[in-house]
């Protein structure tokens, strides 16, 4: 039986962690330490660190904002949440894309939704181009909610061998360095075209706007054909809603050099992130923060909200944090505990003063 003293919470992997009141207070200043260290931001201050503390050891098992400072949500996958089976995080319920979104708006009350193919991803949207642009027009008609199309930019199917150009880590184990830089350059100018290409078309088929979620997931190249990607979509489609979400805290500086703007990418964190994602014509900002399974809840929450607090000081985009498994603060599992996920989003507007989740 565990001491009243100790406070039930988790671990990064999702499991079940006591800890008492000091050991809680040196993970989230330890977490906090951490961010602030890595992305040159400042750590939390003594009032804040309190308000952490209360949220997470909170003794109700559900916390969530106060009344009057809730904030408008968006998603990512669609009605994959509700359609896929458990292989991809869903919940196995044979409905239409129709009927996934038609749930979430008048059962859910969600604020806004998306429309997603199966395998979520630019690339193989491409073909089936006019089968997303029907369903976007025909879905349309019978919402409400303002209603986006979402993909990732996953610049790693175009590579080897899923796609036509080098694969620069494989080409990277040769040694052949500039021929890896100049596979992954033509693959961001692919992706940007494909971008062009899918974006423009399902924006004049009724969508609201455009998710770029999980950008720079094949590292700093990624982020630079996501952005030219942007630009392309903002020029034949000004009044478009676009809200571009990273993949993680910190550029992956895969290619090492290339730049947007004049501006090296590779280990970009949120706060540098957000001014590139302005600069090509973004809406909105998703910053992320990626969560160590083997540290506790507190620690990893205090971390996230410290990225993402720096990001909202100098943002003149709103923001809306990457929350789900494995970010955010979030426990890595394939269903987050809802204990888990009701800290980590009170925390993110109450402390970081995120403008949606």
């Known amino acids: 039986m565990k001491s009243m003293s100790e406070y039930c919470t988790r671990n990064g992997d999702g499991s079940t962690l006591y ?33 952490l503390f209360e949220i997470i050891s909170s003794k109700r098992r559900v916390v969530g904002v106060e009344r009057g400072r809730e904030v408008v949500l968006s998603y990512d996958v669609g009605q994959l949440d509700m359609a896929g089976d458990n292989g991809n995080s869903g919940g196995g319920i044979a ?25 979520y991803s630019i690339k193989p949207v491409k073909p089936v181009i006019a089968n997303e642009m029907n369903d976007m027009e025909n879905i349309q008609n019978n919402l409400t909610i303002p209603y986006f199309y979402g993909a990732m930019p996953n610049m790693g199917l175009y590579y080897a061998p899923d796609g036509p150009y080098g694969n620069p880590a494989d080409l990277m184990r040769e040694f052949k360095i500039e021929e890896a830089q100049q596979e992954a350059e033509k693959s961001a100018v692919h992706l940007a075209r494909d971008i062009e290409y899918v974006s423009t078309r399902v924006y004049k088929a009724g969508a609201d706007g455009f998710n770029f979620d999980t950008t720079a997931s ?80 507190a620690w990893n929450l205090a971390r996230a909200v410290t990225f993402v607090r720096g990001c909202a000081d100098v943002s003149n985009l709103p923001l809306h944090v990457n929350m789900g498994m494995g970010v955010g603060g979030i426990p890595m599992a394939e269903t987050p505990p809802l204990d888990a996920v009701t800290r980590c989003s009170t925390a993110m507007v109450e402390i970081a003063k995120v403008d949606g989740i």
């Open 19 to 51: 800890q008492n009141k000091e050991q809680m207070m040196q993970d989230i200043r330890d977490g906090t330490a951490d961010a602030a260290d890595m992305a040159g931001v400042r750590e939390l201050n003594a009032n804040e660190i309190d308000h």
């Open 95 to 119: 409905s239409s894309r129709l009927n996934g979104a038609l749930v979430h708006e008048r059962t859910l009350c969600a604020d806004t939704f998306e429309l997603a193919h199966t395998d």
């Open 218 to 297: 094949a590292g700093d190249a990624d982020f630079v054909g996501t952005l030219h990607g942007v630009e392309k979509l903002r020029a034949q489609c000004p009044n478009a809603y676009i809200l571009l979400g990273m993949a993680g805290e910190n550029v992956m500086g895969i290619h090492g050099e290339i730049e947007y703007d004049g501006q090296v990418v590779a280990g970009l964190f949120p706060q540098e992130q957000v001014v590139l994602a302005e600069k090509a014509g973004a809406d909105v900002f998703g910053p992320v923060a990626n969560t160590n399974t083997g540290k506790s809840l």
